[in-house]
């Protein structure tokens, strides 16, 4: 497969959770078809992501130039992954021309999970959120425990990829039915984002950014000191 031009072949990469993940696959007739996966560590991404995004390539006889697009999971969730993973994607794709796909890793959840809302474990006793409301929009957002309970549509079922999440939703909406679902995967990313991909809908490298849903530390430190200061001027 290295020495032939194959224009097929796209690549998932997600480091936005407490483990990651980079996917292979292949655009079929009716189909992803997943040619390797390989899960990354929490807290090594700097260090792994791109070792392992040429191994994956490797195994499968291919190389970057072969890539038709790359599909980056842009968040939420931790703000070192996202960025990491972002940077990763804009250097294989800038040089090489590859079209880029960005998907919310959310969205990759409810996709996976076959539900109208979904949360993962936003830390500080929060949850990132996906609703669908009733008109079919879709919402994200990083809900605290007084956001969830002022929510007006709440989901009869969530599905949770993360143990502080369940937590969380189970004491603050004890009517709702929480399912268990498996960590999104960069896979399921490249599942979700077929259809984007065959439409050629892509993302201008030039805005894509982290979908955070929630500003750094440091510049809430920064406005905290500055108020701070301000107040004792």
Same mark, same amino acid.
């Given at each position: 497969m290295a020495g032939k031009k194959t224009e097929s072949l796209v690549l998932g990469i997600d480091t936005c959770g407490p483990s990651g993940s980079v996917a292979l696959g292949r655009l079929g007739p009716n189909r992803v078809e997943i040619l390797g996966i390989e899960e990354l560590a929490g807290r090594t991404y700097s260090a792994t992501l791109i070792r392992v995004i040429a191994e994956v390539l490797s195994r499968a006889g291919a190389s970057p130039a072969q890539l038709l697009a790359l599909v980056a999971v842009r968040g939420p969730g931790s703000f070192t992954g996202v960025r990491i993973g972002l940077s990763a994607v804009k250097g294989l794709a800038e040089p090489l021309?590859?079209?880029?796909?960005?998907?919310?890793?959310?969205?990759?959840?409810?996709?996976?999970?076959?539900?109208?809302?979904?949360?993962?474990?936003?830390?500080?006793?929060?949850?990132?959120?996906?609703?669908?409301?009733?008109?079919?929009?879709?919402?994200?957002?990083?809900?605290?425990?007084?956001?969830?309970?002022?929510?007006?549509?709440?989901?009869?079922?969530?599905?949770?990829?993360? #143990?502080?999440?369940?937590?969380?939703?189970?004491?603050?909406?004890? #009517?709702?039915? !929480?399912?268990?679902?498996?960590?999104?995967?960069?896979?399921?990313?490249?599942?979700?984002?077929?259809?984007? !991909?065959?439409?050629? #809908?892509?993302?201008?490298?030039?805005?894509?950014?982290?979908?955070?849903?929630?500003?750094?530390?440091?510049?809430?430190?920064?406005?905290?000191?500055?108020?701070?200061?301000?107040s004792k001027a």
């Open positions: 021309g590859i079209p880029v796909t960005a998907v919310s890793r959310l969205a990759v959840l409810q996709f996976a999970a076959g539900v109208d809302a979904v949360a993962l474990d936003g830390q500080r006793n929060e949850v990132f959120l996906r609703v669908r409301a009733r008109e079919g929009r879709e919402r994200e957002l990083l809900a605290a425990r007084e956001d969830l309970l002022a929510l007006e549509e709440r989901p009869l079922v969530v599905a949770v990829a993360e #143990e502080g999440a369940a937590r969380l939703l189970g004491e603050v909406w004890p #009517e709702a039915r !929480i399912v268990r679902a498996a960590a999104p995967t960069a896979a399921d990313a490249l599942a979700l984002a077929e259809a984007k !991909i065959r439409a050629r #809908e892509f993302t201008d490298l030039a805005r894509l950014d982290g979908h955070y849903l929630r500003r750094p530390d440091a510049e809430i430190l920064t406005e905290a000191r500055l108020a701070s200061s301000g």
